[in-house]
Nanobody
Framework: EVQLVESGGGLVQAGGSLRLSCAAS????????IAWFRQAPGKERERIAC?????????YYPESVKGRFTISRDNAKNTVYLQMLGLKPEDTAVYYC??????????WGQGTQVTISS
C-alpha cells in the first residue's frame, strides 16, 4: 500500500522559511516522480514542485514559487523534501505530497498545514 506522510508544517512570519518532509513507503520509491501540491481555502489544488526519479533529479516549479522553493529527494531514506524560503502570506495552504506528479494518477498524503503571518 502506497503511503505518503508529510511533516514540517507550521506557523512562520513572512520572509521566514520552512522545510517540509514526505516519507514514502509501499512502492519502489526510486522509480517514481514525486510532487508537492498545495491547496489554499477556496482555491484549486496547485502543483508547486515535481522531481523526477532519474539520477539527474530534474525538477519543475511554477512561476509562483520558482527561485524560492526547492524540491529534493533522498532515495536512501525514501524521503522527499521541500525547502521554502522567503515565505509570503499567499503561501498559506495545506501542502500535500503526491506520487507520481500527475494529479489524476497520484496517491496523496494527508497534508500538512503551512500558515504565514504578515
Amino acid at each position: 500500500e502506497v503511503q505518503l506522510v508529510e511533516s514540517g508544517g507550521g506557523l512562520v512570519q513572512a520572509g521566514g522559511s520552512l522545510r517540509l518532509s514526505c516519507a514514502a513507503s509501499g512502492f519502489t520509491f526510486d522509480d517514481w516522480p514525486i510532487a508537492w501540491f498545495r491547496q489554499a481555502p477556496g482555491k484549486e489544488r496547485e502543483r508547486i514542485a515535481c522531481i523526477s526519479p532519474t539520477s539527474d533529479g530534474s525538477t519543475y516549479y511554477p512561476e509562483s514559487v520558482k527561485g524560492r522553493f526547492t524540491i529534493s529527494r533522498d532515495n536512501a531514506k525514501n524521503t522527499v523534501y521541500l525547502q521554502m524560503l522567503g515565505l509570503k502570506p499567499e503561501d498559506t495552504a495545506v501542502y500535500y505530497c503526491a506520487a507520481p506528479c500527475d494529479p489524476y494518477l497520484a496517491r496523496w498524503g494527508q497534508g500538512t498545514q503551512v500558515t504565514i503571518s504578515s
